[in-house]
């Protein structure tokens, strides 16, 4: 699915948790009855609710247009009076969706004192003067201030007009920007003053200001996009639709705190009572603390010898089955309140107890046979349909609808999904302590355990999308070169794959530092070979990747297709082919298999006449003979 809006809020108010559930029910038309879990479903739409006194999370999915949308709202109680938080998403099957805040927005933020971390995000515009100038240049200014903020200026000719533009874009864009109107051109003129020439805004237009204002020292003041006064007047509300598409877009890269990184995995496990609640703000978990737990085998029951010929007339007497059923029981052993394959396991358990005379009775009834013990079981039969309907009417084993199955598994899947990528997380820190660990005996020949520096650390960098490991290598890794035409498919793979992309990241990140790594070591002749070497047999704590994700050649198949060639050719410096393009077969594998399934085409010229490694394409898997 791919997303189309992301908020991110801080809230130290009270009761966090139903406030917000309660703003999502009446949105979402839910009559929610205020049990933990909840579920409401109204044709193709289907409302859940799941929360505790710590946590929670509310998902409304629903049919729009050709496709469908489905928002959730994820919250959870601060660590040791730290404010809470709340991450909102909206997600779809769309190609393409106009998306704008969830209407609930609005309605959550007015019932508290909602912010990004450092500036306040209201649920109208803010009304500037002069008195408030100095806080406003002082929120401009803050260097962790996360969402942008849009300042519109006074019109002389038509004040309404700019007051509708400020409403519009404050419930548009509600929990992703701080919306602010100036009262007047006094206020203008001591905002501009601050702001200086480049920074400006004036004549009934405005301008969204992007994290990072630094009047004076702005190398490119274009990037605070402004939006004339005569655009406005001419086209009203609509010429502001490039400032919301540009804002909601711009939040979707927003980059998660590590805090809420940690801990929004385990939510959906405290929810459903895989995790105690107090594991919420826990240390991060061994890996063998959130594998997936398996309940008990039940064994299949074996398969009854074959029963013997009954006699044609069976004696008066009554066989006595009561023995056979009544043998000593074994020693009971504990199961879960609902568990998995009942029937199986009843079945098992009675086919342990039947003995020969049972069996003949069987027999017996199934040639029309009327003897006691045939009676017996025919009223325990009786019994227990009464008893299964019994239980299938209080809803104890639950419903077998297909689709109450699907969304089962689909939950139990996004579960998955996320305990996988946390548990990569924690094998990429394992390995990269492992090669400082390697480097530093291979350095000093004697234990250094225990010891790391901020730079050692540092290493094993956590991002949040594709493009946050594009920009850091392009500033860090100076034996790389990355172009900027590799943006266009990272950031669709960002956009279209939001639960997918931190899975890929660790892997881009580390590639890249083995290819800096390498590059380096070629370039000073302290290693000799290809990439594919270095990755089997690196220098003592040098950054490596596995082999088995490095391909230092395509197949056959794929080089002698033209239309594969071709999709394969990418720029390069004329130092190394006149023609500026060169085919680049060798490719890393961020995912081995599946759709999607990344990769990092490149081309090798450590050792030749640039010195660097040139990353040529890095998005989907490029067409071949399986994707045509």
Request: charged share 25%; with cysteine; hydrophobic share 40%.
């Amino acid at each position: 699915m791919t997303q189309f809006y992301q908020a991110l809020l801080r809230d130290g108010g009270p009761r966090l948790g139903p406030r917000l559930r309660r703003c999502f029910a009446a949105w979402a038309g839910a009559e929610d009855d205020g049990e933990r879990i909840f579920e409401h479903a109204r044709g193709r739409t289907r409302t859940a609710f799941a929360d505790n006194d710590l946590c929670g999370r509310y998902i409304h999915d629903g049919p729009t247009g050709d496709g469908r949308l489905r928002t959730t709202a994820t919250w959870a109680a601060g660590h040791k009076g730290a404010p809470g938080w709340v991450r909102v998403t909206v997600e779809g099957d769309l190609d393409q969706a106009a998306v704008t805040a969830p209407g609930f927005m609005p309605a959550f933020l007015a019932t508290g004192r909602a912010t990004d971390g450092a500036v306040p995000v209201e649920a109208g515009p803010l009304l500037i003067g002069p008195e408030e100038v100095k806080e406003l240049t002082g929120w401009l200014a803050r260097p962790d201030r996360a969402v942008p903020l849009i300042v519109l200026t006074v019109d002389r000719s038509d004040p309404n007009l700019v007051a509708a533009c400020a409403d519009h874009l404050a419930e548009t864009l509600a929990g992703v920007a701080v919306v602010a109107r100036l009262y007047d051109s006094r206020t203008q003129d001591d905002l501009n003053a601050w702001l200086g020439g480049d920074l400006s805004v004036f004549g009934g237009g405005l301008r969204t200001y992007l994290p990072g204002v630094r009047p004076g020292e702005e190398t490119y003041a274009m990037r605070h996009q402004p939006r004339g006064g005569g655009a406005i007047r001419d086209q009203g509300v609509r010429s502001l639709e490039v400032v919301v598409r540009g804002v909601v877009d711009l939040s979707v890269h927003r980059p998660l705190p590590a805090d809420v990184r940690r801990a929004e995995p385990r939510i959906a496990r405290i929810l459903a009572g895989a995790l105690p609640p107090a594991e919420l703000h826990a240390a991060p978990p061994s890996p063998a603390a959130i594998a997936v737990p398996r309940g008990p085998r039940i064994p299949r029951p074996a398969a009854p010898s074959e029963p013997k010929t009954a006699p044609p007339d069976p004696p008066v007497q009554t066989p006595e089955p009561q023995p056979a059923l009544t043998t000593e029981p074994e020693p009971p052993q504990p199961e879960p309140a609902v568990p998995a394959g009942l029937a199986d396991d009843i079945a098992a358990r009675l086919a342990d107890r039947l003995d020969d005379s049972v069996l003949d009775a069987l027999v017996d009834m199934a040639r029309g046979g009327d003897s006691e013990t045939t009676g017996l079981i025919k009223t325990m039969s009786a019994h227990l349909d009464a008893l299964t309907r019994a239980v299938e009417s209080a809803g104890l084993l639950g419903s077998r609808a297909p689709s109450q199955e699907l969304e089962r598994l689909r939950r139990q899947y996004d579960q998955l999904e996320l305990d996988y990528t946390e548990l990569q997380e924690h094998e990429r820190k394992a390995q990269d302590r492992i090669r400082w660990l390697e480097g530093r005996l291979a350095e000093h020949a004697d234990p250094v355990y225990g010891v790391q520096t901020d730079a050692d650390q540092d290493d094993c960098w956590e991002a949040e999308s594709l493009m946050e490991v594009v920009q850091r290598a392009r500033k860090q890794l100076r034996h790389l070169d990355l172009p900027d035409a590799l943006d266009t498919e990272v950031s669709r793979l960002d956009v279209t794959y939001p639960r997918q992309r931190r899975r890929w990241t660790g892997r881009a990140w580390d590639a890249l530092r083995a290819l800096d790594a390498y590059a380096a070591a070629r370039a000073e002749a302290r290693f000799t070979g290809g990439f594919y070497d270095w990755c089997a047999r690196p220098l003592p704590g040098a950054p490596v990747i596995t082999p088995t994700m490095v391909s230092m050649k395509e197949s056959d198949s794929v080089s002698g297709n033209p239309k594969f060639h071709r999709a394969r050719v990418f720029r390069v410096p004329a130092e190394i082919d006149p023609s500026g393009r060169v085919f680049m077969p060798s490719h890393i594998k961020l995912q081995q298999v599946g759709s999607p399934a990344p990769r990092m085409h490149f081309l090798d010229d450590a050792g030749g006449a640039t010195g660097k490694v040139w990353i040529g394409y890095l998005g989907d898997h490029l067409p071949n003979t399986r994707t045509n």
